[in-house]
């Protein structure tokens, strides 16, 4: 079991940066592969970013290729978000979400969610 609390999230102009952080309580973090999602407003959630279990491994949505980059810190339960040249169509809740075997980004693969951080971008 795996309980993931998102943050960092606000209200950044075009741009920006903003800087996520999921935090993970539970065994084993280091045994899971991650992955951030987002949401806008009527719209599904989609893969940003995953992250196998070594840190090694890593892929990223062609929306926010160059932008944004995965990281975690298997030492601080952690997986991070760093969002750069942020712009309007980022705006949206972001979710981490855990999961075991391989980083894909099939949403429904995922096991266990984060409640999710709201991100704005004003242009």
């Known amino acids: 079991q795996l309980q993931l609390k998102e943050s960092g999230g606000g209200l950044v102009q075009a741009g920006g940066s903003l800087r996520l952080s999921c935090v993970a309580s539970g065994r084993s973090f280091s045994t899971y592969d991650l992955g951030w999602f987002r949401q806008a407003a009527g719209k599904e959630r989609e893969s940003v970013a995953t992250i196998s279990w070594s840190g090694g491994s890593w892929n990223y949505a062609d929306s926010v290729k160059g932008r944004f980059t995965i990281s975690r810190d298997n030492a601080k339960n952690t997986v991070y978000l760093q969002m750069n040249s942020l712009k309007a169509e980022d705006t949206a809740d972001y979710y981490c979400?855990?999961?075991?075997?391989?980083?894909?980004?099939?949403?429904?693969?995922?096991?266990?969610w984060g409640q999710g951080t709201q991100v704005t971008v004003s242009s």
């Open positions: 979400a855990a999961r075991r075997g391989a980083i894909i980004t099939a949403k429904s693969a995922y096991d266990y």
